[in-house]
């Protein structure tokens, strides 16, 4: 086995604070998103919400992508629990349940140790087994609003990436800035405390992927964008060689102009590989809207087409099969 698939799924309260987020029909939703993401990557619809895992608007979850890549190439796949509200409804390895607090009122991850400790055995077990390589994935709604607070926190001049094409920049760093200032801190002042960034402004999922990446000693794909970024940077403050690492995105991530994807991948040092998806002659709107900024990237979407185009697939491929996979989706939804 030369590959094994990681998914990593995280809540954080700053999920429902109003417009940051729209992994989910409304910000209370947002709290089922992770595992509704794990367990439809396993079954035809998730099992824990009886619903079809599509925005009011008809844009599909990024887990589409993974899931057609992962029915085409095969590949392994392992859900971790770093930190939800409940427990996805598919086999899964146990890591946390606490949730990230909304860092505006108090420290985000008070746990982070634990999380870490725990974690990083799972990595150290993985190290043992037959794998060259772990690619992870994260399902985190108001992930990149935690991810950009500790970028922030860390030096870094950031800007991350949205589900939307109308990028709430200026809701984040309203957001951030009252973290800040509950904190007592300035941008950049804890460039050399990363734990301490992790533990007032990160969520569970990042602590989750930094235990396992410290464990497993052998390369490492970041699936996903600017949350991917996050980690990357904490772990190059924790001192870790970043050279068996890479982030693995989508093209719509890369090419978000609100977004500062690759001049701050280049600032932290990490090579990115980005996946020339194409929905633009798709019969669905859902899916031709990926094109046009929503959605983007999440459920390791970019690492899980990685995987796909290493087993001899290419990305046509890959997105004629989310195009059958979303035609089952509608078929689900018009049916009585």
Avoid at 150 to 172: F, R
């Amino acid at each position: 086995m030369e590959s094994l698939f990681l998914l990593v799924l995280g809540n954080t309260e700053i999920s429902t604070v109003p417009g940051i987020s729209v992994a989910g029909a409304t910000p209370e939703l947002t709290r089922l998103t992770p595992v509704a993401d794990a367990e439809y990557l396993f079954h035809e619809k998730p099992l824990t919400i009886d619903v079809i895992p599509v925005t009011p608007e008809g844009h599909p979850t990024p887990a589409i992508i993974t899931k057609a890549a992962k029915e085409l190439a095969n590949f392994p796949v392992l859900v971790v629990r770093g930190g939800t509200y409940l427990a996805p409804l598919v086999p899964h390895i146990h890591i946390s349940n606490a949730v990230g607090r909304d860092f505006r009122k108090e420290p985000a991850l008070p746990e982070f140790g634990e999380i870490i400790r725990r974690a990083k055995l799972l990595g150290e077990e993985l190290n043992k087994m037959p794998i060259k390589e772990l690619v992870i994935g994260e399902s985190t709604p108001g992930g990149t609003t935690t991810a950009q607070t500790v970028l922030w926190a860390l030096g870094y001049e950031a800007k991350t990436s949205s589900a939307s094409p109308n990028n709430p920049q200026s809701l984040k760093e309203k957001v951030i800035s009252e973290a800040f200032k509950r904190a007592g801190i300035e941008k950049g002042q804890l460039r050399d405390n990363p734990l301490e960034a992790l533990r007032q402004f990160g969520d569970p999922m990042l602590a989750t992927v930094i235990g396992i990446s410290l464990g497993f000693r052998k390369n490492v794909v970041l699936a996903g964008g600017t949350q991917m970024l996050a980690i990357s940077a904490l772990l190059k403050a924790l001192g870790e060689d970043l050279n068996r690492f890479m982030i693995a995105t989508t093209k719509w991530v890369v090419n978000d102009k609100s977004a500062t994807f690759l001049e701050t991948a280049r600032e932290i040092g990490i090579i990115t590989y980005s996946a020339d998806l194409d929905f633009s002659k798709s019969e669905f709107k859902g899916l031709r809207d990926y094109e046009r900024g929503y959605v983007k990237e999440g459920v390791g979407a970019g690492g899980a087409t990685w995987l796909a185009v290493k087993a001899g697939f290419s990305p046509e491929e890959v997105s004629k099969k989310v195009e059958e996979l979303y035609g089952r989706l509608m078929e689900m939804k018009s049916s009585p």
